[in-house]
């Protein structure tokens, strides 16, 4: 089945460093990815559609410059939380299209 | 270890009969459940969740699911199935227990016939 791999599964990071969070399709390749952002009790949120070859479509309310999505190629998108700070830290999770939806394992990220 | 099961990879029923979608988890801990829908090229949309208050919890567009601890469950209802309700369909278990972690079921593709 297509299977989603995203890393790291968790990071910590200095309060003003940037942080990388990868999530690449194994065997299938996705056009469109989706990022979510979940905190301790709460749903997930969504925060931006990645479009391959194209930029990524963010909800309102997310900082894109904070926030910087690349879909560099079918297999492959980033999310890069730039400058990080504290609030910041929550759980990341990604999602791509196949025949059905799958997603990733999550990142959990936790900025001091 | 954490992990949930939806039992069926697909539903159909016709339109204006009952919708059940089955979940089944395991956590170690006291979960937060969440069940969310999925239209095609949309992302996820919160139809409920669960976080130890009320064990029957109504969500958005008539849904509803109740919280069977003794069954680890967390089915999804809807008395009366509508065309626009056809999507796939996720049941999500959350733990906090200083390793926060997430994890979705396969998914539930719901089919509505007229």
């Known amino acids: 089945g297509a299977v989603v791999s995203q890393h790291p599964s968790w990071v910590i990071c200095k309060s003003g460093t940037s942080v990388k969070i990868e999530c690449r399709s194994l065997?299938?390749?996705?056009?469109?990815m989706f990022w979510y952002r979940q905190f301790p009790k709460q749903s997930l949120m969504l925060m931006a559609t990645?479009?391959?070859?194209?930029?990524?479509?963010?909800e309102q309310g997310v900082e894109k410059d904070k926030f910087l999505i690349n879909h560099a190629s079918l297999t492959l998108s980033t999310l890069t939380v730039t400058s990080a700070h504290p609030e910041d830290s929550s759980f990341y999770i990604c999602?791509?299209?196949?025949?059905?939806?799958?997603f990733g394992s999550g990142t959990r990220l936790t900025v001091v | 270890a954490q992990s949930v099961t939806q039992l069926d990879s697909h539903v159909s029923v016709s339109e204006g009969t009952p919708v059940l979608l089955r979940c089944n988890y395991s956590?170690?801990?006291?979960?937060?459940l969440f069940w969310y829908v999925q239209h095609p090229n949309k992302g996820l949309q919160l139809l409920l969740k669960?976080?130890?208050?009320?064990?029957l919890v109504k969500g958005i567009n008539g849904f509803e699911a109740e919280f069977k601890k003794s069954e680890t469950s967390f089915h999804l209802t809807k008395p009366s199935a509508h065309m626009s309700d056809a999507a796939e369909y996720f049941c999500?278990?959350?733990?906090?227990?200083?390793?926060?972690?997430?994890?979705f079921g396969a998914g539930t593709r719901l089919f509505v016939k007229a």
């Open positions: 065997d299938f390749q996705a056009t469109t």
């Open positions: 999602s791509a299209r196949w025949a059905g939806y799958t």
């Open positions: 669960y976080t130890s208050a009320a064990t």
């Open positions: 956590s170690s801990y006291s979960p937060s």
């Open positions: 999500v278990v959350s733990e906090d227990t200083g390793g926060f972690k997430t994890i």
């Open positions: 990645s479009n391959e070859g194209s930029k990524a479509t963010y």
